[in-house]
């Protein structure tokens, strides 16, 4: 039900900017978030954004680099992504969930729904 897009292949220092978007008109109260996963390694969680995108949150390894977003209007949420680096490189999926604890957040586990994933290769 989410519809992941705006990967790419880019180099070191570069920039892309993801987009999560959905036709589910209840998003507006869901919880957002991305994560990624490289090739043998296991999903990680990247960033969060709550319904009304007062609140964000951050993985260390992208805190200051990535920000996350989220139009309600057009039901869409957003990752852009600045300063990208090899170790980048993954799959990155969207992911929402209804009922989300914040001490949960971080866990793939929490959400309910997830896209199909979008490949972001950068490269040295």
């Known amino acids: 039900q989410l519809q992941a897009s705006g990967g790419g292949l880019v180099q070191a220092g570069g920039s892309l900017r993801l987009s999560c978007a959905t036709s589910k008109r209840t998003f507006s109260r869901f919880f957002g978030a991305w994560f990624r996963q490289a090739p043998g390694k296991e999903r990680e969680f990247v960033a969060a954004?709550?319904?009304?995108?007062?609140?964000?949150y951050y993985s260390d390894s992208v805190k200051g680099r990535f920000t996350i977003s989220r139009d309600n209007a057009k039901n869409t949420m957003y990752l852009e992504m600045n300063s990208l680096k090899p170790e980048d490189t993954a799959v990155y999926y969207c992911a929402a969930g209804a009922s989300i604890i914040l001490s949960n957040i971080r866990s793939p586990h929490a959400y309910n729904y997830w896209g199909q994933g979008t490949l972001v290769t950068v490269s040295s």
């Open positions: 954004i709550n319904w009304n995108a007062g609140y964000t």
